[in-house]
């Protein structure tokens, strides 16, 4: 399963670990993604999304059914 988040698209970045005496080796950065249960009130269940604290808080303010929109019209989720 690909560490991306389902609404705002967040994924996984690359960088380098510096050491202390200034070795440069490749890491990877990863979102904080969570498991979370929202209620879908159109369709009357429960959805399971893996989203980010940002993607909650999208939730939040504009609501799961216009924030699968978006994300549906983004590609994000299926």
């Not at 960088?15 to 890491?27: A, D, E, L, M």
């Not at 969570?34 to 893996?50: C, G, I, S, T, Y």
Request: overall charge positive.
């Amino acid at each position: 399963m690909a560490r991306i988040c389902e609404i705002t698209g967040k994924k996984t970045i690359t960088g380098n670990h510096v050491s202390h005496s200034n070795i440069k080796t490749r890491r990877k950065f990863y979102p904080n993604l969570q498991f979370k249960r929202f209620w879908l009130e159109q369709e009357n269940r429960w959805v399971e999304l893996r989203v980010t604290p940002k993607g909650m808080k999208t939730i939040n303010k504009i609501g799961l059914a216009e924030a699968l929109k978006r994300a549906k019209a983004n590609g994000f989720v299926d």
